[in-house]
Nanobody, 119 residues
């Protein structure tokens, strides 16, 4: 069974920082693209950032210059460093990964972690 487990959400004031982490576990052969998505109340889930196994990154325009995605291929983890947080960043953040495991290749989601930006 492949799982993605997130940690690091919480409440932060505007302008503050948070770091989200996600760890993949299970019988995993390869992890291709990993990423973070978010869903605010009443809105659709949207891409925040992705990173390939080679380290190529992609960011939503709304977070460029403020958020940084990174991964450790050996540890099977992906992190999201969020600086300069704004109330508009409030959402549930989900880890996502394209994984080849014993069960074949498929896309996995974490359970989500709440990020609230408020004074």
């Amino acid at each position: 069974q492949v799982q993605l487990v997130e940690s690091g959400g919480g409440l932060v004031q505007p302008g503050g920082s948070l770091r989200l982490s996600c760890a993949a576990s299970g019988t995993i052969f390869n992890i291709f693209v990993m990423g973070w998505y978010r869903q605010a109340p009443g809105k659709q889930r949207e891409l925040v950032a992705t990173i390939t196994s080679g380290g190529t990154t992609n960011y939503a325009d709304s977070v460029k210059g403020r958020f940084t995605i990174s991964r450790d291929n050996a540890l099977k983890t992906v992190d999201l460093q969020m600086n300069g947080l704004e109330p508009e960043d409030t959402a549930v953040y989900y880890c996502n990964a394209d994984i080849r495991s014993y069960f074949g290749r498929r896309n996995y989601w974490g359970q989500g972690t709440q990020v609230t930006v408020s004074s």
